[in-house]
């Protein structure tokens, strides 16, 4: 039985030895090789090679390549030209204090024996075992967090395959060791790789670069994640708007105010017409045909970014289809350029306030809040029944200094998973405690009001309020993009990812899933017509009940 599996092995090795390679193939591994070496070699780590250059250099020999074998050959030379790799003691060590996250971590490729020659393999495996440690050239740490430095800028504009395939790349290998939701994404990561290098050989001007770079950053499936493109801003989505604003409800847009422009001229749109089409295009198709380049965690994510773009174009109009008064009606809305809308300022909003004149039910508006209020509001609302705190927005850090004046005692509202610098790829897990005792605590119903806009930081204060003996979560499901955020530059325009993994205690994931409510309720396209907050009201119903 022993010698018909070497038999069988080496049957196998022989051919897969001879077969030819696809262009994709090829780069694929080159992608996985060059990135390795960059974070794990130390000669490379230290920035001992201009890295760039040498990616151009095996772009260039590829040429010539044609099967396994002579891949192999480029790639045992290369890692001989790269300096010996001293044995590493530490790097057999684990430290014991540590719980290690593992469900990104994937150096299987380095076996695939369609690609690579067990020499091959073996040396990748060694410098695996005796890998860079400490500080890197292309990264650093302040504190828990790994920022990027001392990637090299070659602008937003298409110069070359080159180039445009070294953005891929190193975009692919920056998810591939430091995104903490790799594990998470809808489409496997490896195969994210496959299906985009055909894309990016095929670019052939700046819009085409910029839109390839945007769809790959969207494959991460993260609410944190964006490509600011100037280009795309105005080729894809225009830069022109019709002056409205509008909520989104059921599929479909709710205008909520008419905004005046210097030309004064009239919209043939009114307050709660319900747009559902837009240049033959309903409102779910459109979030579909735009989310190829908007990355989100999840459905309501995308909708939520997505929404804002909906009445923006170049033209001078937009054909829109809407519901009135019981009738549909077809009409064209001018477009007007940012600057030639006027704008109202937003009301002043009150940071506290109580919701009934007995004063039993207070409310804190999260959003405009700061540390700094904390104890007038405290002084304030300590004595209600109630305090409804509205996240449907982005707190200002006041997450730590609420917790020890609302929860009875220090309790573990999270856990965090930290890339683990020295072996990259995985992540060390760390729970995090929030709160002091307090005898003092707040006695009320601790309610939190939430939607797809509660995105981060808010989630992370949401779990806090969960803490309390007596919270409940009113809303719908949130944002599902929780951690600190890296941010760097992909051919010199901003993007960023999360960076830290966040999960409830127990491990359970709250990425692309959100905070899920204990009470659900979504604005409706009636309710947004009659002015109400759906949320609020159901708030407050709860609060009537008694609970």
């Not at 790799?182 to 790789?193: E, I, S």
């Not at 499936?221 to 801003?233: E, K, Q």
Request: aromatic fraction near 12%.
């Amino acid at each position: 039985m022993k010698s018909l599996f070497v038999f069988i092995i080496t049957f196998l090795s022989i051919n897969f030895s001879a077969q030819a390679l696809s262009e994709t193939q090829k780069l694929e591994s080159l992608c996985k090789v060059w990135g390795f070496l960059k974070y794990y070699h130390p000669n490379v780590a230290n920035g001992d090679f201009d890295w760039d250059q040498q990616l151009f250099q095996k772009i260039n020999s590829l040429d010539k390549i044609h099967d396994k074998d002579q891949l192999n050959r480029l790639y045992s030379d290369w890692i001989q030209s790269l300096g010996k790799v001293s044995e590493c003691k530490k790097c057999s060590k684990t430290d014991k204090e540590k719980t290690y996250f593992l469900r990104n971590f994937d150096l299987n490729w380095m076996n695939d024996p369609l690609l690579f020659t067990e020499q091959v393999s073996q040396q990748l495996h060694f410098i695996e075992s005796n890998r860079n440690l400490g500080s890197s050239h292309y990264f650093g740490k302040g504190g828990k967090k790994v920022y990027f430095r001392n990637e090299n800028s070659y602008g937003a504009t298409f110069t070359s395959k080159q180039v445009s395939l070294l953005e891929l790349f190193r975009y692919w290998n920056l998810v591939e060791y430091f995104f903490p939701y790799k594990y998470q994404t809808d489409q496997n990561w490896n195969d994210v790789l496959k299906e985009m290098i055909p894309k990016f050989l095929a670019v052939t001007d700046d819009e085409s670069y910029h839109l390839t770079l945007a769809e790959l950053v969207t494959k991460v499936d993260d609410s944190h994640a964006f490509l600011y493109s100037p280009l795309i801003n105005s080729s894809q989505y225009g830069r022109r708007k019709v002056p409205i604003e509008y909520m989104y409800a059921e599929g479909k847009l709710v205008v909520t105010t008419i905004i005046n422009n210097r030309f004064n001229e009239e919209t043939p749109l009114k307050t709660g017409d319900i747009i559902y089409d837009v240049n033959g295009r309903t409102i779910p198709q459109m979030v579909n045909s735009l989310g190829k380049y908007v990355p989100a965690s999840n459905s309501w994510g995308k909708i939520n970014k997505v929404k804002n773009l909906l009445l923006f174009s170049n033209q001078d109009s937009i054909s829109i289809k809407i519901e009135r008064n019981g009738e549909n009606l077809s009409m064209m809305a001018k477009t007007y350029l940012l600057k030639d809308i006027l704008w109202e300022k937003p009301a002043v909003q009150e940071k506290w306030k109580f919701l009934d004149a007995a004063q039993k039910t207070g409310y804190v508006n999260m959003g405009i809040i700061e540390k700094s209020d904390l104890d007038d509001m405290y002084e304030d609302l300590k004595s209600t029944e109630s305090i409804i705190f509205d996240l449907r927005n982005y707190p200002k850090m006041t997450i730590f200094p609420l917790s020890r004046m609302i929860l009875p005692d220090q309790s573990i509202y999270y856990q965090f998973n930290f890339p683990e610098t020295d072996y990259p790829g995985k992540f060390y897990s760390s729970k995090n405690s929030i709160g002091k005792k307090n005898p003092e605590y707040y006695k009320g119903n601790v309610i939190v009001l939430a939607d797809e806009n509660t995105q981060s930081q808010a989630e992370t204060t949401t779990m806090m309020f969960k803490q309390h003996p007596r919270a409940k979560v009113i809303g719908s499901n949130t944002s599902g993009a929780n951690g600190d955020i890296i941010r760097f530059k992909i051919a010199d325009l901003d993007t960023c990812f999360t960076g830290l993994g966040a999960y409830y205690p127990d491990g359970r994931e709250t990425q692309r899933i959100g905070i899920v409510p204990d009470i659900l309720i979504k604005p409706t396209v009636k309710g947004i017509k009659e002015g109400k907050d759906e949320v609020l009201e159901r708030a407050l119903q709860y609060i009537k009940e008694g609970n």
